[in-house]
């Protein structure tokens, strides 16, 4: 009897794991960097809070930091102003009650304008963007951020919001559009003068072997002008004797003139008295 042949097993497969891509961690509200309508984000809505808890000095450095101002603007006196933009911005922001997204959202908006105002991301070499071209961007951007209508708009700010916002910059940006532009745009002039002023030596004092010694101002003393055993001296009463007919003589001078002051002013009253009886008597 013939048995069919078994053929060999095969050897099984060992199932292969495919790697598994790391997922993207979703973005927090507090720590996006850019929205879906394109705009970037300097500083995250959790950096905003973080600048808004502490107080001046910590701010300035806080956001310095965060911008990296330093190595942006080397020079110290347009580092500081462009701070100080970004401060006050975010200082009004927080006086109006808007949210740390909010205000992250309004600094955005006005870098935007100051780097459009100054033409650090253009080729204009001569000038930046004039005030109606940013106050034009200005709206635009603000309206995207105002308006419900996903992606290319969204609702950030509330109608009563934008119109505050937009008086703020109208008040502050945009009434002095020319001399925020100068200071981002212009470096600061230094001008060191130097003078060349000659100095006099001094004269060379005299020879000391050629000193005399000046007699003596002050009388010798004598036993006349010793004190007499009251504390004072003749002299001493001699002036003080003196003194008080000096007062004298000065109280006498004043009341005479006060007599003859007083006659004067008598004088002139009769007469304009008598003027007036005059003119009265004619009527």
């Known amino acids: 009897r013939n048995l069919p042949r078994c053929s060999p097993m095969a050897p099984k497969k060992v199932p292969v794991e495919e790697p598994v891509e790391p997922e993207e961690p979703e973005l927090v509200e507090g720590d996006e960097s850019e929205l879906e309508t394109g705009l ?25 930091e965060l911008l990296g101002l330093e190595a942006a603007h080397p020079p110290v006196a347009r580092r500081e102003i462009i701070c100080d933009f970004h401060l006050f911005n975010l200082s009004h922001a927080k006086m109006l009650c808007l949210t740390q997204r909010q205000g992250a959202v309004f600094h955005a908006i006005m870098a935007v304008i100051l780097d459009m105002m100054a033409g650090w991301n253009t080729d204009r070499d001569s000038q930046g963007a004039t005030a109606a071209e940013c106050f034009k961007e200005f709206q635009r951007l603000l309206l995207n951020h105002s308006v419900n209508d996903p992606p290319k708009r969204l609702m ?3 109608g009563a919001q934008a119109r505050r916002l937009t008086d703020y910059t109208s008040g502050t940006l945009f009434k ?36 005399r010694q000046k007699p003596s101002r002050r009388p010798q003393q004598t036993p006349e002008n010793a004190d007499d055993g009251t504390g004072a001296s003749t002299e001493e009463k001699t002036a003080g004797g003196a003194g008080e ?19 004067r002013l008598e004088a002139k009253l009769a007469e304009r008295e008598q003027q007036f009886m005059e003119r009265l008597a004619k009527k």
Not at 40 to 64: E, F, H, Y
Not at 189 to 207: G, H, K, N, Q, Y
């Open 40 to 64: 970037k984000l300097p500083l995250t809505p959790n950096d905003v809070g973080r600048i808004w808890a502490l107080d001046c000095a910590g701010q300035s450095k806080l956001l310095t």
């Open 176 to 211: 002095h559009f020319l001399l925020y532009q100068f200071c981002a745009r212009c470096e600061r002039d230094v001008e060191t003068l130097r003078f060349s002023v000659e100095v006099e030596r001094p004269i060379l004092p005299p020879a000391l072997a050629n000193a």
């Open 156 to 158: 950030i700010f509330g």
């Open 245 to 263: 007919d000096l007062s004298e003589e000065i109280q006498k001078v004043v009341e005479e003139k006060l007599r003859m002051t007083e006659a």
